[in-house]
């Protein structure tokens, strides 16, 4: 059984930065992939970025050069750094996982590309 656990949201100002955090247990295979999604209020869960067992990052184009998906060595703990804030940023953040060996996609994550979701945490970016 895999549990995600987010931490690390909160309220910034437009511009500021935040770190995600996703604390993964459970079975967790070193060639999992992982990602993050955000919900706004009111529209659909949407990708925000992706990391595979190969190193490969991939990202919502709304968030490029923004932001940066990361894991420790142990690939226990997944990171989110979200830097130049912005209000449309705003939303719940969720991280996942995905089962089994994934090759690299070139777009942003989808939800159904992943199996096992985390409960969320909040971000919220005031202009």
């Known amino acids: 059984h895999v549990q995600l656990v987010e931490s690390g949201g909160g309220s910034v100002q437009s511009g500021g930065s935040l770190r995600l955090s996703c604390a993964a247990s459970g079975y967790i295979y070193s060639q999992f992939s992982m990602g993050w999604f955000r919900q706004a209020p009111g529209k659909e869960r949407e990708g925000v970025a992706a990391?595979?067992?190969?190193?490969?990052?991939t990202y919502a184009d709304s968030v490029k050069g923004r932001f940066t998906i990361s894991q420790d060595n142990a690939k226990t703990t997944l990171y989110l750094q979200m830097n130049s804030l912005k209000p449309e940023d705003t939303g719940m953040y969720y991280c996942a996982t995905r089962e089994g060996y994934s090759t690299p996609w070139h777009r942003a994550p989808r939800i159904n590309d992943f199996d096992f979701w985390g409960q969320g945490t909040q971000v919220t970016v005031s202009s």
């Open positions: 990391i595979f067992s190969t190193g490969d990052t």
